[in-house]
């Protein structure tokens, strides 16, 4: 990690700043864990605790992720996998479509940005390129930046399926970035930092608070150009 004493600013050059939206720009993760919450509460289960029944929800989404992919359909349809295999009722369509609505209520959630993400991000704008890259149901990542209020400091928009070092080498290329000089900054090891470094690039690591469980494992090489901040407005001690 770098500590304030070996502060270095990337600000002489242009650097092309690739930004995690879900969880680095706004709050994403909470609402999934305040749905899951309420079908834990719906499924009341006899025996299970709301951590074991939690478990076999993300069981079910590790199962399924390479499938179906990202977003609240596909979650949606997790919790329904997870309440057929659970359920100590009859499972009947009124309980199948109760679990669905529970499920699909995350797409009503409003944008709340994170801390300073709004200010921060217009002026980092005036000194380098912004690169908008997530991942997900492009449908859903679209409206939810048409609706963030931020969407105007971004030169580029990416949606992709996965996260991973073929889809880091791609948006560099596309986006007409050079890796010496890109930067991924998020909120997640698994998606945001490993294949970032793993593709050439410098990675900024934002931890939050409540990042998905199936997000987070060890960084693996933070040798190369890696910080870590607290908070998204520290961005502008560097850049
Ligand atoms: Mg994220």
Avoid: C
């Avoid at 690739?18 to 079908?39: G, K, S, V």
């Avoid at 690169?131 to 492009?138: C, H, I, S």
């Avoid at 596309?174 to 490993?194: C, K």
């Avoid at 470094?197 to 939050?208: E, M, N, S």
């Amino acid at each position: 990690m770098m500590k304030s004493g070996t502060l270095r600013s990337y600000r002489i050059e242009r650097q092309t700043l690739l930004i995690d939206a879900d969880d680095t720009l706004w709050h994403n993760n909470i609402h999934f864990e305040r749905t899951t919450n309420a079908f834990i509460d719906y499924l009341g289960h006899s025996r299970l605790s709301r951590d074991e029944v939690r478990q076999v929800v993300n069981e079910v989404e590790r199962a399924n992720l390479k499938t179906n992919g990202y977003g609240t359909e596909s979650y949606t349809a997790n919790l329904i996998e997870a309440y057929r295999r659970l359920s100590e009722r009859e499972i009947d369509q009124r309980a199948l479509d109760e679990v669905f609505n529970i499920g699909m209520q995350i797409l009503d959630a409003e944008i709340e940005l994170l801390h300073g993400v709004s200010e921060t991000l217009e002026d980092l704008s005036t000194r380098h390129e912004l690169v908008l890259f997530t991942k997900g149901n492009p449908n859903e990542q679209r409206s939810k930046i048409e609706r963030s209020g931020v969407k105007q400091h971004f030169k580029h928009i990416d949606i992709v399926t996965e996260k991973d070092v073929t889809a880091y080498v791609e948006v560099v290329r596309t986006v007409g970035a050079i890796a010496d000089l890109t930067w991924m900054v998020g909120n997640s090891p698994r998606s945001d930092i490993n294949p970032a470094i793993d593709a050439g690039l410098g990675a900024v690591f934002i931890p939050y608070e409540f990042t998905w469980e199936i997000e987070i494992e060890e960084i693996s090489l933070p040798s190369g150009r890696f910080l870590q901040l607290d908070e998204f407005p520290q961005l502008l001690e560097y850049f």
